[in-house]
């Protein structure tokens, strides 16, 4: 079978003699490291042993294979240069020639930005990484023309996109507005509202014809990518409606207890005085519950003892009830006017098959009412659950969190097929995210 293999691009001096490893804690045995983070081309192994003379072969030689799909590719392109510190009896940062060298980038084409994070590993600490397809569109886009993953899942397709800017008159971002996409004939394709930063995505299926994008009172000619002036006064939100959708199968035990152990904190630390919170547990058909959804509420305590009261049972097989807690937490949750609107699937099974249209109603009402879903994939999910997430993020104009094997804590965690990350705890990337979508 080929391999995917990752070699470190050096710029200047490298001073290396192991690899960090997140297994066997490997201690540093230089005081800095100086490195690049790199970014894949295809290729062979035998190309990739080529590129490397001396010292840079022996550390070459250090790096790890990666197989996805049972095709080769090699880092080979270098980005910016990035230089670490660390004391000699510490953890090894987690770059290329850590445990997980795919930290570097796990898709083929080039990635721009970030690099892996060098956190060291803390038993008990769910470990996690954030990644924006949308601010990668490019690479994305490569992923997938290049086959390395493929749409729709479950009946999302996220290829087909338009991105809109919609500014006011000073040329500042304008949240709030509402943007449609229309075919020829002028029914709706998609419908949203601007995020923070002014922006909208829009999507329509392969075969469909977009012909005219509408915004603050204009209607605009359909273009990949749009830029509007509004002339139209759009009402600020004032609060944040903050969303948990847990899956409570057997396998999600770590989650749910990091949630009962978390949750409160979460909200001192995030803060606001406009807040309000919902909690909603899903399991599958012949399980206890299928679904089981609270109204949003400012009593944290309230929400803090329907964590509490939760415990992690049931399921067995793959997929799980989805499907049905996307629609109603999306389509029949009391989401309000004024507010803000972030939601977070914990998840780690996909949807059952046939669901799709259910889930297409789901995601389309979370769009039109500016909802974003921030899919967090857990252990043992498959590639189909990546896939699905990050359509669900995609379209939704969020990030796609996944969590990793760098606490030591449950079982494995699939890689994702991704550009650079960086790895922090769950706690830290909660926290960030809905302080980033507070008004």
């Given amino acids: 079978m080929k391999k995917r293999l990752f070699a470190l691009c050096m710029m200047g001096m490298v001073l290396f003699s192991g690899c960090g490893n997140n297994e066997n804690n490997a201690a540093a045995t230089a005081d800095t490291l100086t490195t690049t983070t790199c970014v894949e081309s295809a290729g062979s192994t035998e190309g990739a042993a080529s590129m490397a003379t001396g010292d840079d072969a022996a550390v070459m030689n250090k790096a790890e294979a990666y197989s996805i799909e049972g095709e080769s590719y090699i880092a080979d392109t270098c980005t910016s240069a990035s230089v670490v510190a660390y004391d000699s009896a510490a953890e090894a940062p987690m770059y290329a020639a850590s445990a997980s060298a795919e930290r570097m980038t796990s898709g083929g084409g080039t990635q721009p930005g970030g690099r892996p994070s060098q956190q060291p590993s803390q038993s008990g600490i769910l470990t996690a990484a954030e990644y924006s397809d949308l601010d990668n569109w490019d690479f994305f886009l490569d992923l997938v023309q290049n086959q390395k993953i493929s749409f729709p899942s479950y009946g999302l397709n996220p290829t087909n996109a338009v991105s809109v800017t919609v500014t006011d008159n000073n040329q500042q971002p304008l949240a709030g507005e509402s943007v449609t996409l229309q075919d020829v004939q002028g029914s709706v394709l998609w419908e949203t509202i601007t995020d923070e930063d002014g922006k909208a995505w829009l999507f329509y299926e392969d075969g469909v014809t977009p012909a005219t994008i509408s915004t603050g009172g204009q209607n605009l000619a359909y273009a990949d990518e749009v830029t509007v002036v509004s002339q139209a006064s759009v009402q600020k939100d004032t609060g944040l409606q903050v969303m948990f959708i847990l899956d409570t199968t057997g396998s999600m035990g770590d989650e749910l207890e990091y949630l009962k152990d978390d949750f409160t904190d979460i909200v001192n630390q995030v803060g606001g005085k406009q807040m309000l919170f919902s909690a909603n547990f899903y399991r599958d058909q012949g399980d206890?519950?299928?679904?089981?959804?609270?109204?949003?509420?400012?009593?944290?305590?309230?929400?803090?003892?329907?964590?509490?009261?939760?415990?992690?049972?049931?399921?067995?097989?793959?997929?799980?009830?989805?499907?049905?807690?996307?629609?109603?937490?999306?389509?029949?949750?009391?989401?309000?006017?004024?507010?803000?609107?972030?939601?977070?699937?914990?998840?780690?099974?996909?949807?059952?098959?046939?669901?799709?249209?259910?889930?297409?109603?789901?995601?389309?009402?979370?769009?039109?009412?500016?909802?974003?879903?921030i899919p967090v994939v857990s252990s043992n999910a498959e590639r189909d659950t990546e896939l699905f997430g990050r359509a669900l993020a995609i379209m939704t104009n969020s990030e796609y969190v996944f969590l990793?094997?760098?606490?030591?804590?449950?079982?494995?965690?699939?890689?994702?097929?991704?550009?650079?990350?960086?790895?922090?705890?769950?706690?830290?990337?909660?926290?960030?995210?809905?302080?980033?979508?507070?008004?």
């Fill in 288 to 373: 206890a519950y299928v679904t089981k959804c609270n109204p949003f509420t400012g009593n944290v305590q309230t929400v803090q003892q329907q964590f509490d009261a939760e415990s992690a049972a049931g399921g067995g097989d793959m997929p799980e009830a989805v499907a049905d807690i996307l629609y109603e937490t999306m389509v029949q949750a009391d989401w309000k006017d004024g507010y803000r609107k972030v939601a977070f699937l914990i998840f780690d099974a996909p949807p059952h098959d046939g669901t799709e249209k259910q889930i297409d109603a789901a995601v389309r009402a979370a769009a039109a009412q500016g909802i974003h879903v």
């Fill in 404 to 439: 990793t094997d760098d606490s030591g804590v449950g079982e494995s965690h699939l890689e994702p097929i991704i550009g650079n990350y960086t790895v922090e705890s769950l706690h830290d990337i909660i926290v960030r995210l809905i302080q980033e979508y507070q008004p």
